[in-house]
């Protein structure tokens, strides 16, 4: 079983709907949670940390569950612009390891 | 401000060379992270530097890979002999701080043929 598990998609979406994706995590000890964005042959940028209450950024919406070790992200009103790959990452423990999911491509359709 | 720089961004050789990668963190970041990712997967951890310390090289996958950062600035990564089944993309992070946001490069893709 991998350590951190996404939907590869894709998720064709028509423009201006809302998406949500989610990502299971094996490991309990998981202290912070992360989405990272990826355009096609660019580098995975920060969209969101992901805290234990819930956040939320403009259209971009992050949810941590706990007990059931999964991490949400919700995308209201999508654009064109979203059309991206979605990485899930999580850190265990005290260092910076962080783990991370293979991805789930979006793509925003006009 | 300039971000996270590698080069080259892509290297074709040949079983058995021996290919350097370099990384340039984004000035007065002390944390530099390589990572890569071989096709198909997930990007995976290969090592940290505090300065020109290891802090955590628990990830490099063999001793065919020797990263260095010397006086703390810039990191290479070097891989020799290179085999089939080190081709991927290999991204460099830095960070100001310890957990801070990582900050990527675009990445070196390496084909090893």
């Known amino acids: 079983r991998k350590e951190v598990e996404q939907d590869p998609g894709p998720f064709n979406v028509p423009e201006g709907a809302t998406v949500a994706f989610n990502c299971t995590y094996s490991n309990s000890a998981s202290q912070s949670f992360f989405w990272y964005r990826q355009d096609c042959r660019k580098e995975p940028k920060l969209l969101m940390s992901?805290?234990?209450?819930?956040n939320e950024d403009g259209r971009f919406t992050a949810q941590l569950n706990r007990a059931s070790q999964y991490i949400s992200l919700l995308i209201r009103d999508s654009k064109l612009s979203d059309s991206a790959t979605y990485l899930c990452?999580?850190?265990?423990?005290?260092?910076?390891?962080?783990?991370w999911g293979a991805g789930t491509k979006l793509i925003i359709k006009p | 401000e300039a971000g996270v720089t590698q080069f080259p961004s892509h290297s074709v050789i040949e079983k058995g060379q021996t290919v350097t990668l370099r990384c340039d963190p984004i000035?007065?970041?002390?944390?530099l992270y390589w990572y890569r990712r071989v096709m198909g997967k997930e990007i995976k951890f290969l090592l940290h530097?505090?300065?020109?310390?290891?802090?955590?090289e628990s990830g490099m996958p063999n001793n065919r890979f020797l990263a260095e950062r010397t006086g703390g600035t810039y990191s290479t990564l070097k891989v020799q002999p290179a085999e089939l089944e080190d081709s991927g993309v290999y991204f460099c992070?830095?960070?100001?701080?310890?957990?801070?946001?990582?900050?990527f490069g675009e990445g070196s893709r390496l084909t090893v043929l």
């Open positions: 992070a830095s960070s100001q701080l310890a957990f801070g946001e990582l900050f």
């Open positions: 000035s007065g970041h002390d944390n």
């Open positions: 990452v999580v850190n265990i423990g005290s260092n910076y390891q962080l783990i």
């Open positions: 530097f505090v300065k020109e310390s290891k802090q955590d």
């Open positions: 992901v805290y234990s209450s819930g």
